[in-house]
């Protein structure tokens, strides 16, 4: 009884407090709208408290100063308004796990996810709400309230250093995983971020390069991909990127972040920068740039007292700082982070667990498999080779890098200041366990000729090999890093029952693929990899990942043979105050919005293998493809059934191609993931956007549809469209 009178009087006590709170602070009452609460606080503060919002620190020990006081230690901080109740921002990489930069909360760890290209090769979009609800929940749980995630960039070119961190190349499949991962990190009370807005599609002299492209195309290709993301997941914050877009930096590019953002697509939040990206007070203020971060690493602290004059010289209006304070604000009150600041949730870490298997699993893509795949129960010996496969998988390296739950596997030093990363869960204990009657014995690959001669003794032989990639640099080339395709040669002529495992940042060359019996795409699977590659070896799990990317035979298909920049020269990545950011260089992206795949079909170029690919143990058909049309509503059908003998994943996806004039040469306008037993059947149904069916008029600012017959193809992948149905459409224009 005595406990229940407790109970009801702290409930009394708290709702007391609540109520207190909200006299003190009426902007406290969550049932007002984001923005009048906004309004109510923004009223009360005074020009100093306003400044203080809009420019926020580096949350590490930095130039021989301690950690800022009050940041919990990480990417970021800015700090709050206790006066009037506004909490300070606790900012976090990113969307593959909470990251602890240079272990600045000494022995904390998160959940390694699979990178965003595995995630992107499930094309699941509830996979991608439950990654975002994983981490932003363990993020949250961590005291963070803003999550610097959601890189929708689209993959210009498969040798970029994030590829990794980013979904694909494709804006509808970016926009939709990008988007879903977005809604999953704020359903739990953090802000995310969507970035870097735009065309940072290279590490390689990223501060220094001005990205040159015709609008128009953008809008169709990378800036669609952001617009997407932007409607599902409703970020709370976009990034600005580093790299100049078409002359002005992207923080300070009145295009990007006034029309297009702010006007066009009425973006309600507020823009930050990319860490170290403004470079200028007035013009990034009249620009739209609502808050500089990291302040430490801007050539000056823009935003703070450079601000405050630029305000009394009248070269900046007043209504602007209260115009970023107020987009900051309303982010806050949107998202919940003035209401919940209770932490004490307990992580449910066997979920971010399953979820962390479930990607792996489902992303993982079987690019060839010539009868090997799935080893027989009865395999009486393996050897598995490589990449430190006994210890764990690789990890992609940078702002993103997670120190694993479990600590770290592995680490191979690479260069004097950079070392790889293996996230636990080996996968040779995982195999093991997936084949409690095999010898499977481990060489770590170093000698191809011993390699060699484990290989030939086993009855099949599983060959990691792998790709490190990172932040601020690019592949210099496609080829797998080191000695390894003389390794894959060596083992594959040893024994040619030989599954090689993949376990890169982006697509790569394969020289040696006919020699082997079987080709896995594991990316950088996260900590529950391991698990996820054996369950796929034995058939446990039926492969069901697709290719977000096309992997080319060769660099010199690519629109830019070569990366451009230099790559040793000048600086790659944000300089300290005081540094110079070296000379502009122009990359002009004159192929526009023919990116990857569409690339390869304007140019009648075969890839190695083309996005939109993957084998799985079962095959499937379709058929019966039709477009139903009504006004601007097009509805692509079509039906799947599994043809095979074993349950499997389809993922039909639907192309269109558009009439002369119409600018669309082939564009993946949706699909759908299909779980179907053997002989099972099943109708699938996609109501396409029509701003896939529509070309970007520059001039008119606006999306128009032009007039004629249209050509819908559907396939498994962006080569393979068997089947086709024509439409027609009439003229249109929809909003921008
Ligand atoms: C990266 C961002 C990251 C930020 C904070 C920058 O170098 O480009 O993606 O969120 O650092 O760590």
Known sequence: MRGVLRAVFLALLASARVSAAHQEWPWNDASLPPAQRAQMALDQMTEQEKLSL??????????????????????????????????????????????????VRPGDTATAMPSDLALASTWSPELARLQGQSVGAEAHAKGFNVLLGGAANLIRDPRGGRNFEYFSEDPLLTGIMAGSLIGGVQSRHIISTIKHFALNAQETD???????????????????????????????????????????????????????????????????????????????????????????????NFF???????????????????????????????????????VSEPVDFAASDRTALAIAREGTVLLRNQGLLPLPADTRSLVAIGAHADRGVPSGGGSSQVIPRGGIAAKEQIGENQAMIFDPGSPLEAIRLQFPHARVDFDDGSIPARAAEAAAKADAVILFVDQWMTESADAQSLSLPGEQDKLVEAVTRANPRTVVVLETGGPVLMPWLEKAAAVLEAWYPGQMGGEAIAAILSGAANPSGRLPVTFPVSEDQLPHPKIRGD?????????????????????????????????????????????????????????ELAANVSGQTVTARATVRNSGKRAGTAIPQFYLTGPNGANILLRLVGWDRVDLEPGEHRGVAVSIDPRLLATFDQGARRWQIQPGSYKLTAGFDSRQRELTANFELQPASLPP
């Open 567 to 623: 790559p040793s020269g000048a600086p790659s990545g944000p300089v300290g105050r005081g540094g110079h950011y070296g000379a502009m260089f122009t990359a002009v992206y004159s192929e526009g919005a023919a990116v990857g795949y569409k690339w390869f079909f304007e140019r009648g170029e075969q890839p190695l293998f083309p996005f939109g690919f993957g084998l799985s143990y079962s095959t499937f058909a379709l058929s």
């Open 54 to 103: 809009v420019h926020g620190v580096i949350a590490a020990p930095w130039g021989g100063k301690p950690k800022p006081d009050g940041s919990i230690g990480s990417a970021g901080y800015v700090p709050g308004i206790p006066r009037l109740g506004i909490p300070a921002l606790q900012e976090t990489d990113a969307e593959l796990g909470v990251a602890n930069p240079g272990d």
């Open 206 to 300: 990223r501060v220094v390069l001005d990205a040159r492209i015709d609008p128009a195309a953008t809008r169709e290709s990378d800036l669609l991909a952001f617009e997407i993301a932007l409607e599902r997941g409703r970020p709370g914050g976009v990034m600005c990127a580093y790299n100049q877009v078409n002359g002005s930096y992207s923080c300070e590019n009145n295009w990007l972040l006034n029309e297009v953002l702010k006007t066009d697509w009425g973006y309600p939040y507020f823009v930050m920068s990319d860490w170290g990206a403004v470079h200028s007070t007035v013009r990034s203020a009249i620009a739209c740039l609502d808050q500089e971060s990291g302040e430490q690493l801007d050539t000056e």
């Open 304 to 342: 703070a007292a450079p601000l405050s004059q630029a305000i009394a010289d009248g070269a900046v209006p007043e209504g602007r700082l209260d115009d970023m304070a107020r987009r900051i604000l309303i982010s806050i009150f949107a998202h919940g982070l003035a209401d919940k600041t209770d």
